[in-house]
């Protein structure tokens, strides 16, 4: 090999050895979490965007499948930076995370991967993290939990019905953020539905009854169903509504329909309710 040869071959090896990684065009982290110092998204399949689909993660007692909105982050580490952190460094640093904002760790294999939960501002948010090629790579699996659309509301009709034959009667597709007794836009269906009601019968009052499950304080839940429940009756006041036919109530834990050990069973007891008055 001549020593030209070797000269460009030394140069082509340092420009090499210098180039930095970047993240491919308009690539960022997720919403949640920053990434470790040195890693980039640096290929276009780095990121991969799936409005719904479904995830099965590892938890203590084995899979759950989990469905929603999926995200997929797959980070490369810079190997100009010098030496990059191994299997457990990234785990750790990323339960530490989560935990600083209220999330759980759910499975840990103690070595490189992890499986962590975060509820905020509404949105369950279930992420996998699982470090690769001795920690140069490592990935995020996201799912943004949803629940399917709900398209179709009770109507005026079936409120009445189950006023007559119960006494009190729920009312689906109310609507409210996480924590908040502000009644969202998607609520105005059910709201209509109720005003129906109450104008198509002159005579009947109701309690409007707010509950929540069991997570928080008994006083914060307390607080938070008389909240929503004030709020419904002052949307169905601006309806037309007479304030006098409407008492607001909130009965927070205290009258669950389903267990409050499962996601599915919380979401079942966290409602509104109309209960006819005498």
Sequence with gaps: MTPRYLAVLFLLTAVVASAQLKDYKGY???TLFTRLPHYFLADKDSVVDTPFDAVEFTVKSGTQRVEGHHLKYSYQFDESAGANP???QIIRNYQAAARKIGGEVLADDGVRRTTIRVTK??????VAVEAFNEGRLYELDIIEKQLMQQDVVANAAAFQSGLKENGHVEVPGIFF?????????????ALKEVAKLLQSN???KVWVVGHTDNVGSVDGNMTLSGARAAAVVKALVQKGIDARRLAPHGAGPYAPVASNASDGGRAHNRRVELVAQP
């Design 28 to 30: 960022k982290d997720p």
């Design 86 to 88: 191994g299997f457990l």
């Design 121 to 126: 501002n509404g949105v369950e948010t279930w």
């Design 177 to 189: 953020d996480f924590g908040k007794s502000e009644i969202k836009p998607e609520s105005e269906p």
């Design 202 to 204: 002159p005579a009947l």
